[in-house]
């Protein structure tokens, strides 16, 4: 019973180590919801919990660094 909780310690600390590390600070930077423009986009964002890039319509207002136009971008600015 202590072994699998001693595996399970080290697992949640070597899987919340790999999601911390990030390629690029502004990866790291929050998803923005922006309010509604004129136009809108298929966006990506990255998210370090999940070590994903995920799709999300961008309005083409507001928003932060951490906004790509292309998922193949995002993974290889940001993907771990």
Request: hydrophobic share 40%.
């Amino acid at each position: 019973m202590i072994l699998v909780f001693i595996v399970g310690i080290i697992f949640a600390w070597v899987w919340s180590g790999a999601a911390l590390r990030l390629k690029n600070p502004i990866c790291g930077l929050p998803a923005t919801s922006s309010r509604f423009c004129h136009y809108t986009f298929d966006s990506f964002t990255y998210d370090p919990k999940t070590n994903e890039c995920e799709m999300f319509v961008y309005s083409g207002c507001g928003g932060n660094e951490n906004l790509w136009g292309q998922k193949e971008l995002c993974e290889m600015k940001c993907k771990v």
